[in-house]
C-alpha cells in the first residue's frame, strides 16, 4: 500500500481566491489522480498528473482552472483558481505504483468551502 | 453519461445479516472493477476487486459477484457489523482510451444497526 498527505485537510476560502493543495506520498509511485468529490455526487476524475510534463484532463476541467504540477514520482498539487461556491467540494489525491489496471490508494481528501 | 450506477443511495441492515451492494454498468470495455469503502472525513480506501475474467472473488467476509452478460457487479458482506457501516463505491477500469482510470458509482450509505 502507500500512504498518501493531503494539505490542507480543510479550508474556507473566498470567492474569487486561489488555493493549492499538496500531496505527498511515502513512497515512489507510477501513476497519481486528482479527483474531486461534490457533495452528495460520486468521485470525479478531474486530471492524471504526469511527472515532469503537463497533466491530461478530464473532460470538462481545463489546466487554468485547475493547473497541476508534479515535479517528481512522490509530489503533487493542485490549485483551484478564481473559486466560486460552485467549486466547494472534497478533492482527492490518489496514487497507482504501475501503469495498468489495480486499487488506487487515496489521501484523506481536503475539504473546500468557497463562500 | 453516468457510466458505473449505483442505484441504491442507501442500505440498511441489522448486524449479522448480508449486506448486498449493487452496481450498474454501460461501457462493455471496462474489465476490471473495485469496490472501496469510504468512512466519513477520510479517503476511500480499496476494498476488494475483480476481473472480467472472474465471476467471483472472495476475500473473508466480502465478496464480490460479477455477471458480465448483465453488466452488473454485486458486493455481499457476511456477516455484517456495525463497523461495516460507511459509503461503498463501485469503480470499473478498462477500454483503450480509459488508461489506467477509474470510473466511479455515486455511492451506497450503507447502515448496520446492532
Known amino acids: 500500500s502507500a500512504v498518501i498527505s493531503q494539505k490542507p485537510s480543510r479550508d474556507i476560502c473566498q470567492r474569487g481566491t486561489s488555493l493549492t493543495i499538496q500531496c505527498q506520498v511515502d513512497s515512489q509511485v507510477t501513476m497519481m489522480f486528482w479527483y474531486r468529490q461534490q457533495p452528495g455526487q460520486s468521485l470525479t476524475l478531474i486530471a492524471t498528473?504526469?511527472?515532469?510534463?503537463?497533466?491530461?484532463?478530464e473532460s470538462g476541467f481545463v489546466i487554468d482552472k485547475f493547473p497541476i504540477s508534479r515535479p517528481n514520482l512522490t509530489f503533487s498539487t493542485l490549485t483551484v483558481s478564481n473559486m466560486s461556491p460552485e467549486d466547494s467540494s472534497i478533492y482527492l489525491c490518489s496514487a497507482r505504483r504501475g501503469v495498468g489496471t489495480g486499487e488506487l490508494f487515496f489521501g484523506e481528501g481536503s475539504r473546500l468551502t468557497v463562500l | 453519461d453516468q457510466q458505473v450506477k449505483q442505484n441504491s443511495p442507501s442500505l440498511s441492515v441489522q448486524e449479522g445479516r448480508i449486506s448486498i451492494l449493487n452496481c450498474d454498468y454501460t461501457?462493455?470495455?471496462?474489465?476490471?472493477f473495485l469496490w472501496y469503502k469510504k468512512y466519513p472525513a477520510e479517503g476511500p480506501t480499496f476494498l476488494i476487486s475483480?476481473?472480467?475474467?472472474?465471476d467471483k472473488n472472495e476475500d473473508g467476509r466480502f465478496t464480490v459477484f460479477l455477471n458480465k452478460s448483465a453488466k452488473h457487479l454485486s458486493l455481499h458482506i457476511v456477516p455484517s457489523q456495525p463497523g461495516d457501516s460507511a459509503v461503498y463505491f463501485c469503480?470499473?477500469?478498462?477500454?483503450?482510451?480509459?488508461?489506467?482510470?477509474?470510473?466511479f458509482g455515486e455511492g451506497t450509505q450503507l447502515t448496520v444497526n446492532p
Open positions: 475483480i476481473s472480467s475474467i472472474k
Open positions: 469503480a470499473a477500469s478498462g477500454g483503450e482510451t480509459s488508461g489506467s482510470r477509474l470510473t
Open positions: 461501457n462493455s470495455m471496462f474489465d476490471y
Open positions: 498528473a504526469n511527472q515532469g510534463s503537463e497533466a491530461t484532463y
